[in-house]
């Protein structure tokens, strides 16, 4: 591998309906990838044997690597041990790059060596292909500070740190980083089923700076087996929850500030409400061992837990086909 290699890093779980645009998108690049490792996390549908049938005829470097189900971060701390590329290129198994992903990203990354990454905007899909959205629009990113150098290239002129603590707004699917970037900053937690990507760049903060390109150069699909959808509303604020007690636990590894540590502590003080709001809407059967922990660690009260409970028997009594309908459409 030269200095300017790419490696293109796929998790893939029960994605048998989309893989196989996926990896064609990366037959379309403008400069080809010198790596390309999808790693199987564990599917129980035929998104293995697409994958090798699919490397058997195309022309392109394509590695199968299957493991037993560790969610998306270990997947994609798999695919990073199985290369050896300079520059780390993030794709999900159900999404795609468009032509010029690679090319520009990596330009960026070798003509700017202060930037740690680099990441584009993306066309938001639903599972048809439908438009919905353009990923950055989202505005708290548009609140951040930029700048643009000559070529075209923008970056964050100040670290996104305290934008990222209420949730990631930087597309994590659409985005190249330094190898040695990834090593510094630990990988991705393992122990993490979701909202891996938030403590993974808020480490990264430390290294250097975030450039993008504000043009849409992937997409993103939104469908009903996303992690983040809203059917999943608990299991991301649980492990939210997680990933910021995990953040000022390992302050001193990673060198927060006081400023940085008392925004994680304020941050993570809105969680219990949160916890207990999305647990009892979804009727989850890990709601009442959830709140009595709450109550005991001295997080919460119990005229919060109280009404929650309310809101929890009446979920639990509410037809599922009605509450499914509720989850996935955000009514209430």
């Known amino acids: 591998?030269?200095?300017?290699?790419?490696?293109?890093?796929?998790?893939?779980?029960?994605?048998?309906g989309f893989i196989i645009q996926t990896l064609e998108s990366l037959e379309r690049q403008t400069v080809l990838p010198d790596e390309i490792?999808?790693?199987?996390?564990?599917?129980?549908?035929?998104?293995?044997?697409?994958?090798?049938?699919?490397?058997s005829r195309s022309h392109l470097p394509v590695s199968l690597v299957s493991q037993e189900n560790r969610g998306i971060a270990g997947a994609r701390n798999t695919g990073v041990a199985h290369c050896s590329s300079t520059f780390i290129a993030l794709l999900d198994g159900d999404d795609v790059f468009y032509p010029q992903f690679l090319e520009r990203a990596r330009c960026a990354l070798v003509d700017h060596p202060e930037l740690?990454?680099?990441f584009s905007?993306?066309?938001v899909v639903t599972g048809e292909g439908e438009f919905i959205r353009r990923d950055l629009d989202e505005p708290r990113f548009r609140e951040m500070k930029t700048s643009t150098f000559v070529d075209g290239v923008s970056v964050l002129t100040e670290s996104p740190f305290f934008s990222l603590l209420p949730g990631n707004v930087i597309p994590i699917g659409n985005l190249m980083f330094r190898k040695t970037a990834f090593e510094k900053a630990g990988g991705f937690d393992d122990e993490l089923r979701a909202v891996e990507d938030k403590p993974f760049l808020m480490r990264l903060t430390k290294w250097g700076l975030f450039g993008f390109i504000d043009q849409p150069l992937g997409t993103w699909r939104r469908h009903t087996a996303n992690t983040s959808g809203a059917a999943n509303a608990f299991k991301m604020r649980f492990y939210d929850d997680l990933a910021l007690?995990?953040?000022?636990?390992?302050?001193?590894?990673?060198?927060?500030?006081d400023d940085e540590c008392a925004a994680i502590r304020n941050e993570?003080?809105?969680?219990?409400?949160?916890?207990l709001y999305t647990a009892s809407d979804e009727a989850n059967p890990d709601f009442v061992p959830m709140a009595l922990g709450l109550i005991r660690d001295g997080r919460t009260r119990w005229p919060p837990v109280f009404k929650a409970f309310l809101r929890y028997g009446w979920r639990r009594v509410e037809p599922t086909s009605r509450r499914r309908t509720r989850q996935l459409t955000g009514t209430f």
Not at 37 to 55: E, K
Not at 268 to 275: E, G, I, T, W, Y
């Open 1 to 16: 591998m030269d200095e300017h290699s790419v490696a293109v890093i796929i998790p893939a779980y029960n994605c048998g």
């Open 37 to 55: 490792v999808v790693v199987d996390d564990g599917s129980t549908d035929n998104t293995a044997d697409l994958v090798r049938t699919f490397a």
């Open 121 to 123: 905007d993306r066309d």
């Open 116 to 118: 740690i990454l680099c």
């Open 268 to 275: 993570r003080k809105k969680n219990p409400a949160k916890l």
């Open 245 to 257: 007690e995990k953040l000022e636990r390992e302050a001193s590894r990673w060198g927060w500030t």
